[in-house]
Structures are given as C-alpha cells and as structure tokens.
C-alpha cells in the first residue's frame, strides 16, 4: 500500500503537500480578484501594473537575504511565517475592497508586504522538499506538489471569477487569507531532525558569497538564468494586459476565469505526465518544455477568437508543468543540500529580477503602442529566448540521478 502512495506515504511530504493544495487554491481565486478589483477602482492597466510590480520588487529585493535565512533556520517554520504575513495582508486587502474603502496607493503596500513575505517562497521550499521525502521519490514529489498547485489553481481562478463576476473581488481575497491560515497549520506539525550540516553560521555576507560560487559552479543553471530572466520580462505583460483585453474584448472577468482555469488543467495534465517520464538529460527536457511559455500571450495579441486563447493557456500550463517539474529535480539533485536556498535565491534572483520592471513597462509600453502591439511583441520574445537556450551546452550534460520509480 505505501508503494502505492509514492511520496505521499512519507508523513512529513503529506503535510507539505496538503499545505501546498490549500495555498494553492487560494492563490487561483485571488490571482483574478486582485486584478478586476484593481480596475474596479481605476480601468487602467497601468493602475494593475502598479500593485503587481510592487509585489513583485519586494520579493525581488528580499530574495538574496532569504536564501541565507532559510538555510539557517528550519525551513519549513521559515513557511510559517511566510503564511503568516500573507494571509494577514490578503486580508486587510479583502477587507478594504468589501468596504469600499481600497485605493490604489493602500492595495500597493499591501502587495509591497505581501511580496516580502513571498520572496522567501522560492529559496525555502526548494531547500525543504529533499529534507521531507527519500531521494528515489523526489521527482514523484516534485510532480506531485506541481500537480495539486495546478489542479486546485485551475478551480480557484474560476471560483475567483465567478466571486469577481458577481461583484465580490474582496470575499475572494478573503478566501485566500482562510488558506494561508490552514496552510500556516499544516506546516507546523511537520517535523525535521536537525540538520546534519548544522554549522555555527558564518557572517552573513561571507555565507552570501559561497552561495554564489556554488551558483557560478552549477553553470547549467548560471548560463541560462539571462535567458529565463529576458523570457519573464517579456511573460510578465500577461498578469497585466489580460485582463484589460479579455475585459474589452471577451466578456471580462468570467473570461479571464476561463483562460486561467485552462492553464490549469493543462498544468494537471502536465503534472500526470511529469509523475511518469524519466528523461535521462532531464534538464535539457526541462528547457524544451518551456517553449510554450508565452503562447497564450501571443495568441491574445492577435485577437483570435477565445477558444484559441484557451487552448494556448492549456499548452502554457502543460509545458510549464513538466518545464518546472525537471527543473526543481534536476536542481536538488545536483546542489548540495546545505547550499540549496543560497543558491536558488540566485537562480530567483536571475530569474524574476526584471518582472517588476516588465509589469510595470507593460502597461506604460501599451498606452504608447496599444495593448494589442504590445501583447504580441512580448509573445514573440518570450519564446524566441526560451528557444535559444538550446544553444546552451551545460543543459545536455546534466543527467538524472536515481531516477523514481513511476507512479
């Protein structure tokens, strides 16, 4: 029976992905609330370019710093704090839209505290998974925490926009301030022995700079984060010019809901494949996959008629599915373990550093050329960089290490 389970007979790995199921969830629903209650006060993409942004630089700002924390301190507590400041900043959010008292400015520094908190996401979670699962099942775990982000994420953006549709984009924010709580819950029950690394730690600076030559030794990762951080930039222009386009062109929020939740089932299906492949150069599968990045954007671009968009976001979601699957394998396989959030927070760093700049370009750039013109030139760029990763020679070399077995 527990040869069954996989990854989710490990206790620890069950509460990690039970607390990743809820949160994810909520972050479909709010994903489309925030947005149509930014527009709901101000109809103007600049105005939705603004709040992202702002979240978005503030995990930018603290992600280096993060690394270092996370690889100190028990990860998975360093998660509960995480949901802790979330959930209380989605809340004030929801409350101030149910109100009728949210502007613009107070919605900004909420996302500004909110993407504190969310810059210690990414570093974290990669140094916890290989501490809560064996490492013949970390690309079944890693599969498996993609899946459910994706499954529950493809339900919240429609929930979300049935909430928004119907003129409550505050109750949705006030769902995924109730996720963050049970996930804050969910994390304190797992339960890590110390360390075998634990060292006394040295000067925070000087631990900085060895997280960065281990990062420049991992040249897989150090020669393609330019591309991946270009492609983003590029990407970032969906979150902002969607829903001014769907809004214009196709029904609005619902919509939007729609296009959301297809990426999602696209994500599942990706993540059923991913529970299943065992390439042998698992990161040059990876870089392959993350071609249909920017698909959907380019497709919206044109106009065409909405099931087209749709399908694009399927295919988005299914290859980003699989591209983050091998990735995040790949990536713990191959980093030490004591180095691992040191060096993802530089691999963040790499790439999302530009995507505050290019949410915040998008909507000035289509205020200059139009929304449209500018939907298609971000498209276009975004796959055009994930395609010339392919030049990049480390990406064959790296190969799988004790492959899982299939589930």
Same mark, same amino acid.
């Given at each position: 029976?527990?040869?069954?389970?996989?990854?989710?007979?490990?206790?620890?790995?069950?509460?990690?992905?039970? /607390?990743?199921?809820?949160?994810?969830?909520?972050?479909?629903?709010?994903? *489309?609330?925030?947005?149509?209650?930014?527009?709901?006060?101000?109809? =103007?993409?600049?105005?939705?370019?603004?709040?992202?942004?702002?979240?978005?630089?503030?995990?930018?700002?603290?992600?280096?710093?993060?690394?270092?924390?996370?690889?100190?301190?028990?990860?998975?507590?360093?998660?509960?704090?995480?949901?802790?400041?979330?959930?209380?900043?989605?809340?004030?959010?929801?409350?101030?839209?149910? /109100?009728?008292?949210?502007?613009?400015?107070?919605?900004?520094?909420?996302?500004?505290?909110?993407?504190?908190?969310?810059?210690?996401?990414?570093?974290?979670?990669?140094?916890?998974?290989? =501490?809560?699962?064996?490492?013949?099942?970390?690309?079944?775990?890693?599969?498996?925490?993609?899946?459910?982000?994706?499954?529950?994420?493809?339900?919240?953006?429609?929930?979300?926009?049935?909430?928004?549709?119907?003129?409550?984009?505050?109750?949705? #924010?006030?769902?995924?301030?109730?996720?963050?709580?049970?996930?804050?819950?969910?994390?304190?029950?797992?339960?890590?022995?110390?360390?075998?690394?634990?060292?006394?730690?040295?000067?925070?600076?000087?631990?900085?700079?060895?997280?960065?030559?281990?990062?420049?030794?991992?040249?897989?990762?150090?020669?393609?984060?330019?591309?991946?951080?270009?492609?983003?930039?590029?990407?970032?222009?969906?979150?902002?010019?969607?829903?001014?386009? *769907?809004?214009?062109?196709?029904?609005?929020?619902?919509?939007?809901?729609?296009?959301?939740?297809? =990426?999602?089932?696209?994500?599942?299906?990706?993540? #059923?494949?991913?529970?299943?492949?065992?390439?042998?150069?698992?990161?040059?599968?990876?870089?392959?996959?993350?071609? #249909?990045?920017?698909?959907?954007?380019?497709?919206?671009?044109?106009?065409?008629?909405?099931?087209?968009?749709?399908?694009?976001?399927?295919?988005?979601?299914?290859?980003?599915?699989?591209?983050?699957?091998?990735?995040?394998?790949?990536?713990?396989?191959?980093?030490?373990?004591?180095?691992?959030?040191?060096?993802?927070?530089?691999?963040?760093?790499?790439?999302?550093?530009?995507?505050?700049?290019?949410?915040?370009?998008?909507?000035?750039?289509?205020?200059?050329?139009?929304?449209?013109?500018?939907?298609?030139?971000?498209?276009? =760029?975004?796959?055009?960089?994930?395609?010339?990763?392919?030049?990049?020679? /480390?990406?064959?070399?790296?190969?799988?290490?004790?492959?899982?077995?299939?589930?």
């Amino acid at each position: 029976m527990r040869e069954k389970l996989g990854a989710l007979a490990e206790r620890n790995f069950r509460l990690v992905f039970s /607390s990743t199921t809820i949160s994810a969830f909520g972050d479909g629903v709010s994903s *489309v609330a925030l947005a149509f209650a930014i527009l709901k006060i101000h109809n =103007s993409p600049v105005a939705v370019g603004v709040v992202i942004a702002a979240r978005q630089a503030a995990a930018t700002v603290v992600t280096l710093a993060a690394g270092v924390i996370a690889d100190r301190l028990p990860r998975h507590l360093v998660l509960v704090a995480v949901a802790g400041v979330q959930g209380a900043t989605q809340a004030a959010a929801g409350a101030l839209v149910l /109100s009728g008292r949210a502007t613009v400015p107070a919605l900004a520094g909420l996302a500004l505290l909110y993407g504190v908190a969310d810059g210690f996401v990414i570093p974290t979670s990669q140094g916890l998974i290989p =501490s809560i699962v064996s490492a013949s099942r970390l690309q079944q775990a890693n599969a498996l925490l993609g899946l459910t982000r994706s499954l529950l994420g493809m339900l919240g953006p429609t929930i979300g926009g049935v909430l928004t549709a119907l003129g409550s984009p505050g109750a949705a #924010l006030e769902v995924d301030a109730a996720t963050f709580v049970i996930a804050a819950a969910l994390l304190l029950r797992v339960a890590i022995p110390p360390r075998a690394d634990t060292v006394v730690p040295e000067r925070f600076f000087t631990e900085l700079r060895s997280g960065w030559t281990e990062f420049k030794r991992q040249t897989w990762i150090s020669h393609t984060f330019v591309f991946f951080m270009l492609g983003n930039f590029f990407g970032s222009s969906w979150g902002v010019l969607g829903p001014y386009l *769907v809004k214009q062109h196709y029904n609005g929020a619902l919509s939007w809901g729609f296009i959301g939740g297809a =990426s999602g089932v696209g994500a599942v299906v990706g993540g #059923l494949v991913a529970l299943r492949i065992k390439p042998r150069r698992i990161v040059l599968a990876s870089c392959l996959w993350s071609i #249909l990045y920017g698909l959907p954007t380019l497709i919206l671009g044109l106009l065409l008629p909405l099931p087209l968009v749709i399908a694009g976001a399927f295919l988005q979601g299914f290859g980003l599915a699989l591209h983050l699957t091998l990735w995040f394998t790949a990536f713990q396989q191959q980093v030490p373990e004591e180095a691992l959030s040191r060096v993802s927070s530089y691999d963040a760093i790499g790439s999302f550093t530009l995507i505050p700049l290019g949410t915040a370009a998008a909507g000035l750039v289509a205020g200059v050329i139009g929304a449209r013109a500018t939907l298609l030139a971000a498209g276009a =760029s975004a796959m055009t960089l994930n395609v010339l990763i392919l030049f990049v020679r /480390s990406i064959y070399r790296i190969e799988s290490v004790g492959a899982p077995e299939a589930a």
